[in-house]
């Protein structure tokens, strides 16, 4: 089982759809980071979160620090949020440069 | 542009030979983070620098792979003897410091025949 999981692993959603991502992560945490990734290869980090609630526009982070898991939210979606989104982690007890990275969740917005 | 850089963005070679990629990281960052993507899975840590100390090394880095901070700007990941199985997007990241938010470049993507 891996460390991350995310779901679903394909998305595919109508322009305006409100989208939901979720993350479960089986270690202890010191961070939980959402990052986008276009076709091309190019990563753009969108959140990065320890607790609570974090919203930049359409978008919005949670995390469940008991519950261990966290969602990412897509309000009005747009065919331009079309790209990969992946969750990674910052394991507590292991290294400081080791991400640990969910597989990613493809989402397809059509117009 | 003042985000990270990496260089070449693709690379096509034959089995057997050397290839080098580079990383420029932001410039005031003191951290830098090299990842391995394969089709269709997350990125796998591979090394990361504290300044130009290489301070961890996954296991994935085997002995044809060696990476270099010389003066703690600037990174570079080489491969020796290619195989086909290291054809992947190779892909750098840099952050202020330990606990700072990650900036990541475009890749370099390897295929190696």
């Known amino acids: 089982k891996n460390e991350v999981e995310q779901s679903p692993q394909n998305l595919t959603a109508q322009e305006g759809e409100f989208i939901t991502i979720n993350c479960s992560y089986s270690?202890?945490?010191?961070?939980l980071h959402w990052l986008q990734q276009h076709p091309g290869g190019g990563i753009v980090s969108l959140f990065m979160?320890?607790?609570g609630k974090k919203k930049h526009g359409r978008l919005i982070a949670t995390i469940n620090i008991q519950e261990k898991h966290s969602s990412l939210h897509i309000t009005a979606s747009h065919p331009r949020d079309s790209a990969v989104y992946i969750c990674?982690?910052?394991?507590?007890?292991?290294?400081?440069?080791?991400?640990?990275f969910g597989k990613g969740t493809k989402l397809s917005v059509k117009p | 542009d003042t985000g990270v850089s990496q260089d070449p963005r693709h690379k096509i070679t034959k089995r057997g030979q050397n290839v080098t990629f580079r990383c420029d990281p932001i410039s005031e960052h003191n951290r830098l983070y090299w990842y391995r993507q394969t089709l269709g899975q997350g990125p796998e840590f591979l090394t990361y620098f504290q300044n130009e100390a290489q301070l961890e090394k996954s296991r994935l880095l085997s002995d044809r792979f060696s990476a270099e901070r010389p003066k703690g700007s600037f990174s570079t990941l080489e491969i020796q003897r290619t195989e086909q199985g290291d054809s992947a997007m190779y892909l750098c990241?840099?952050?202020?410091?330990?606990?700072?938010?990650?900036?990541f470049g475009e890749g370099s993507r390897l295929t190696v025949l």
């Open positions: 979160l320890s607790s």
């Open positions: 270690v202890g945490i010191s961070a």
């Open positions: 990241a840099s952050s202020l410091d330990s606990a700072g938010e990650l900036f």
């Open positions: 990674a982690v910052r394991d507590y007890g292991g290294s400081q440069g080791n991400l640990i």
